[in-house]
């Protein structure tokens, strides 16, 4: 069975702190692992897709990379606007198109 | 507008109601999805439709649950007797094939059985 764990569950940072979220996996075979940005009363929002160790994806503040076993969410000089749920998830080779996702990681960026 | 479009935003309903929760999809897209999200959880899938048909309805909890797209556009997922731990938002989700994880979600209906 697939698994995603997410770290820390909550992150308050001060605007210019640079930090990381952690995503760890458990899938028999990776098709891809995702980020997405999910503000309070609204659907998740898209960031990234992974593909395969070794690759990263950056998007202004933001920058996702893989390995094996994990994944990591790089914030550089995180602003007040970046405060949010991220939101991991896997989809596995051998399960059609169903994304399975962690709980999350609630990050606080104070001004 | 031109995102996925999710009816109603909220929903209060007794335990052993039936309730129906719309989703109209991206113009456009073929693949669309139901997930469930409980308080301080990840969205948890539940079915996935490519056009018409369900491509995988392995998600659905029970037999209560059930969803349709008749037209390969609009979907409803439909919950008979509701129970008061169907309680949580029900997210609706698009994308152009189904070929990525790139998923397109609506802001999701809020279900709260008493």
């Known amino acids: 069975e697939d698994q995603v764990t997410q770290s820390p569950e909550a992150l308050r940072l001060q605007e210019g702190e640079s930090s990381s979220l952690n995503c760890s996996y458990t899938?028999?075979?990776?098709?891809?692992l995702f980020w997405y940005r999910q503000d309070p009363g609204k659907g998740p929002e898209f960031l990234f897709t992974?593909?395969?160790a070794g690759e990263e994806k950056e998007k202004e503040r933001l920058k996702a990379t893989l390995t094996k076993k994990e994944s990591f969410l790089h914030i550089t000089a995180p602003k007040p606007e970046d405060s949010a749920t991220y939101l991991c998830?896997?989809?596995?080779?051998?399960?059609?198109?169903?994304?399975?996702f962690g709980s999350g990681t609630q990050l606080t960026v104070l001004p | 507008g031109a995102g996925v479009s999710q009816t109603p935003s909220n929903k209060v309903t007794e335990k052993g109601k039936y309730v129906e929760l719309r989703c109209d999809p991206i113009s456009g897209h073929t693949a669309l999805y139901w997930y469930r999200q409980s308080l301080g959880q990840g969205p948890e899938f539940l079915i996935y439709f490519q056009g018409t048909g369900a491509a995988d309805d392995s998600g659905l909890p029970n037999d209560r649950f059930f969803a349709v797209r008749p037209e390969g556009s609009v979907s409803t997922l439909k919950i008979q007797r509701t129970e008061r731990g169907d309680s949580a938002v029900y997210l609706c989700?698009?994308?152009?094939?189904?070929?990525?994880?790139?998923?397109?979600f609506g802001e999701g209906s809020r279900l709260t059985v008493l």
């Open positions: 992974l593909y395969s």
């Open positions: 989700a698009s994308s152009f094939q189904g070929t990525t994880g790139e998923l397109f």
């Open positions: 998830a896997v989809q596995d080779s051998g399960s059609a198109r169903q994304l399975t």
């Open positions: 899938v028999s075979g990776l098709r891809g």
